[in-house]
C-alpha cells in the first residue's frame, strides 16, 4: 500500500466526507452530505443508496497523488475555492496533491523548492482557484499567435497558450449539453456520459499524470458523478428552501426532468443521445419556478421570489454575443429582445440545455487583470487582430470566430463555489450581477441586484 502525504490527506478527505453524513445530531440519511457554508447550508443527495467513498473518484490513479476529489471537494460545491485551498496550502506547506506543477502552477516547470517560491508559483490557484490548461493551436487553425503579454514570463512557445480556468462541479451533470468550459469533451452525436468517461480518462492521464484507466473505472466514476444532486438548502437569515412551498434543495432537482434541448429557445435539436423526442416548442422564460410560492411570503422569501421574477422576466436588449448574434453565421441576426432566461433556459437547472459555447466578453482585454497574460491573435486570412486573455473554444476548433467563447454552466449550488465565471473574474454574486447589468445595461436598480443576488444563492 502507497503510503504518501498524498494518500493520508485523501484519508482525511474522505473520513471529513463520511463525518458530513452524522452532522445535524444524526439526523443526516446516508444518501445526504450537507455542509455549511457563507449563506448556510448546501446538501448533496446521491440517487445510489449511500455515498460510495471507494468509489474511483477518490481513489489514486495517477502518479502524483491526485484524485478526481483534490479538484472537486464536496463542501466546496464539487469544485474548489481559494479559502479551501489556502487552507491545504497551509496545512501542508504547498505539498497537497493539488500542488503540482503539470497545470496548478502559474508556469509548468516553477520553482517549487522553498515555501516561498511555492506560494509564488501557486498564486492563481490560490487566490482565484484556476488550473492551468495549456493548448497548442490547431494545425490547421485559422490564426496564429502573434504575441503575449505574460506577467509570469513562462516562456511558453507562441505555438501554445496557457490559460488559467475554474475547475467546474463534478455534480448535478445529468443536465449538462457540453462537458468542458472550452467543449473538449464533448463529441457530437456522442451521449454525454460517454464523453464523461472520456473526461476521467483524459484528467487521469493529464491532471494525475497516469495511465489510462480501465472502461469499468471510467463507468464507475461517471457512474458515481451522475447520481450526485447538489442545491442550496438552507440560508442563514431565511430558513429552509423547501419551507412555505417552495422546492429548493437537491431533492426535488434530483426528481427534475431534463433532454438535451428542452426548452432552447432556438429550437436546435441536436441528433445525439438524450434529446428531446420533438422540437421544444420554443422558450419558456419562466424557467425557475422554485419559488413561486413565496411571493406573498416573509421579508427575505419575499427577495428570493421577486429575484426569480426578474431572472426570468426582466427583458434587455441581448446583442453582440459570439455564438448567438455577434458574427455572420449565428442563429440569431441583429439585435435580440430576451431575459436571463435565454441563455439559462433548463428549467430549474439554469444550463444551456443545447451545446452552444457564446463570447460574453469575459477575455477582452478591457476587462484583462494584471494577473492573466493577454495573447494577441492574427487572423490568417483577413489580418484582422485580438487581445484577449484566453481564446477559449478557438484553441479546440481552430476557427477564429470562436475565440473567447465558452459554455454557461449549471447555476445549482452557486452560493458554496465562489468565485465565477471560467476565470473567476467575479468574486462574488455581486460581481457577477454586477458584470450582466453592466455588460447588457439592464439598468438593475439597487434593490433587483439584492433580489437577483438572494436568489442566485438560494439555489
Not at 506560494?119 to 490547431?138: C, E, Q, T, Y
Not at 434530483?254 to 426548452?263: A, P, R, T, V
Request: glycine share 10%.
Amino acid at each position: 500500500m502507497k503510503r504518501t502525504l498524498a494518500g493520508a490527506v485523501a484519508l482525511v478527505v474522505l473520513i471529513g466526507l463520511a463525518a458530513a453524513r452524522s452532522t445535524a445530531a444524526d439526523r443526516t440519511p446516508s444518501n445526504q452530505l450537507t455542509f455549511n457554508d457563507d449563506s448556510g447550508v448546501q446538501q448533496t443527495l446521491t440517487t445510489a443508496d449511500s455515498f460510495d467513498f471507494n468509489n474511483p473518484f477518490f481513489q489514486d490513479l495517477g502518479r502524483n497523488g491526485r484524485t478526481c476529489s483534490s479538484c472537486h471537494q464536496a463542501d466546496q460545491g464539487w469544485s474548489v475555492t481559494p479559502p479551501g485551498i489556502q487552507q491545504r496550502f497551509a496545512g501542508t506547506d504547498g505539498l497537497d496533491p493539488i500542488f503540482r506543477n503539470n497545470d496548478g502552477s502559474n508556469c509548468e516547470g516553477a520553482d517549487l523548492s522553498t515555501l516561498g517560491s511555492r506560494h509564488a508559483a501557486f498564486s492563481l490557484l490560490l487566490n482565484k482557484g484556476l488550473i492551468r490548461v495549456g493548448l497548442d493551436v490547431p494545425p490547421n487553425g485559422e490564426f496564429t499567435i502573434e504575441s503575449v503579454d505574460d506577467p509570469y514570463g513562462c516562456g511558453t512557445p507562441l505555438s501554445k497558450a496557457s490559460m488559467y480556468r475554474r475547475p467546474l462541479p463534478s455534480t448535478n451533470l445529468g443536465f449538462l449539453s457540453t462537458v468542458m468550459w472550452d467543449g473538449r469533451e464533448t463529441v457530437p452525436g456522442q451521449a454525454i456520459s460517454d464523453d464523461l468517461a472520456t473526461q476521467a480518462n483524459d484528467a487521469t492521464t493529464g491532471h494525475a499524470q497516469g495511465g489510462p484507466i480501465s472502461l469499468k473505472q471510467a463507468r464507475d466514476i461517471v457512474q458515481f458523478e451522475l447520481g450526485l444532486f447538489t442545491a442550496q438548502a438552507n440560508s442563514n437569515t431565511i430558513g429552509s428552501f423547501s419551507a412555505a412551498g417552495a422546492h429548493g434543495g437537491p431533492t426535488p432537482l434530483s426528481q427534475q426532468s431534463f433532454c438535451i434541448g428542452l426548452n432552447d429557445p432556438l429550437n436546435i435539436l441536436p441528433v445525439m443521445p438524450g434529446a428531446c423526442p420533438t422540437a421544444s416548442g420554443g422558450l419558456n422564460p419562466l424557467v425557475f419556478t422554485i419559488f413561486d410560492a413565496w411571493d406573498q411570503s416573509t421579508a427575505g422569501r419575499k427577495a428570493v421570489a421577486r429575484g426569480q421574477a426578474l431572472f426570468n422576466t426582466r427583458t434587455f436588449i441581448i446583442d453582440n454575443v459570439g455564438g448567438l448574434n455577434g458574427n455572420p453565421g449565428d442563429p440569431v441576426s441583429g439585435q435580440l429582445t430576451g431575459t436571463c432566461t435565454v441563455c439559462h433556459d433548463t428549467p430549474n437547472a439554469g444550463n444551456h440545455s443545447i451545446s452552444m459555447a457564446l463570447n460574453l466578453g469575459l477575455t477582452d482585454e478591457s476587462r484583462r487583470t494584471p494577473d492573466l497574460p493577454l495573447y494577441h491573435l492574427k487572423n490568417k486570412t483577413t489580418q484582422q487582430t485580438i487581445a484577449t486573455t484566453d481564446p477559449g473554444r478557438a484553441m479546440i476548433t481552430g476557427r477564429w470566430n470562436d475565440v473567447g467563447k465558452f459554455k454557461g454552466p449549471v447555476l445549482r449550488g452557486l452560493a458554496a463555489r465562489a468565485p465565477y465565471f471560467h476565470n473567476g473574474a467575479a468574486a462574488t454574486l455581486d460581481d457577477a450581477v454586477n458584470f450582466y447589468d453592466t455588460r447588457f445595461n439592464i439598468g438593475l436598480t439597487a434593490q433587483d441586484k439584492a433580489d437577483l443576488v438572494a436568489f442566485l444563492k438560494a439555489l
